[in-house]
């Protein structure tokens, strides 16, 4: 059930000597920026050139309403079900790798259309929709992750890499696992919260089209939170222009060694792309100080909590939505265990970013079907000096 969010405030102080910025936003912090901000006369009090005023489209919504007038989930019938099985048996006939899923060796002759429409839905509409009801209990590990990257084929059929490396040798790792690795690896490794319990940000990832499927929930907590960046820019253009100008501008943002000098990229966290031919306005923001504090104060205030269950899928437009997670708790019986696939369909994609085509062609440029790979149990991503990710033990 869909509810708006409430997410307490928590606060976390940067680094002795650095500036007062810290992965975890900080209300009061948030708050004296404001304070001091808004009182500068130099402050920008127009948006810049080109900005729309106000956003109108589907992509612009409020936690508060949106299930008042959307059904943000699709369940699973009987009949849905039986083809899926048909499909599961007959890609396993074909012995082939995982890599050679597609929406010709997964066959889903009646459910295809609706795949389709909940595309549409992604790109063109809401942009989120949950698919509900895989019987996780019913089937082994490999068997799951065959059939959520069967049913994503045919809503988004590109699968991006998430790592270019596995146990050692060049790999398209295309699934990830999302799940509290801290007791089974040293936390000094850890640097994501992704692989503990603790409650993610407001952000986004890399791609077009970002998809998670619960193996299992947690014990408690661990909400899905997901707000409008639309609705969010709304709030912001017609409070804080000067926000949406220093969002426009070029940010330097680290690559964490993953890529040569200078080990950065300089690209505004904001883009505007105006009506053109067949294509609509589009606004899209990468989320990488108090322009990225009210992104995250004004998503949370205005964003819709999704509780995962075991079965559900979560698809998501990535250029259209933030996300965040609550904190949550395991227990001995429940772990929370989630696997995700970054997607792009290339029938309805948006037309990419001239300044964030470099990292888009490093999540989908050059994949495979022959490199790709689909780890079966969690593993940490490759670290920042650029080491190989390796399964947790």
Known sequence: MAAAATLPPTFAAGPVGQPDIAYTPNWDTYQSRVERHVKDEKR??????????????????????????????YKLDEADIEEINRALKHFKSLGKPLGDITQETFPLPKLHDTLRGISKEIHLGHGFKVVRGILVQNYTREENIIIYAGLASHVAPKRGRQDKSFDG???????????????????????????????QVFHTDAGDVIALFALEAAAEGGESY????????????????D??????????????GKSGPPGYTARPLLYHQPAEGDAEERLIIQRQAEALDALHFTAEKAAVSLEFQAGDIQFVNNLSIFHARGAFKDSPE??????????????LAWKTPLQLQDRWDKVYGGVTAENQVFPLEP?????????????AE
């Open 44 to 73: 920008a009090k127009e948006l810049p050139q080109g900005f729309p005023t106000r956003l109108d489209s589907d992509l612009v919504w409020d936690g508060q309403t949106v299930s008042d007038k959307y059904q943000w989930w």
């Open 169 to 199: 040798k060049p790999a398209d790792v295309v699934l990830a696992h999302i799940k509290d690795l801290t007791a089974t690896v040293d936390p000094h490794r850890i640097g994501a919260p992704a692989y503990t319990t603790e409650k």
């Open 226 to 241: 997901l707000a409008s960046s639309w609705h969010v820019y709304n709030q912001l253009a017609a409070t804080r222009p």
């Open 243 to 256: 926000l949406i100008k220093t969002l426009s501008e070029p940010w330097d943002s680290d690559e964490f």
């Open 334 to 347: 429940k772990h929370r265990h989630l696997v995700r696939l970054w997607l792009r369909d290339e029938e």
């Open 379 to 391: 593993f940490l991503r490759a670290p920042s000096s650029g080491g190989q990710p390796k399964a």
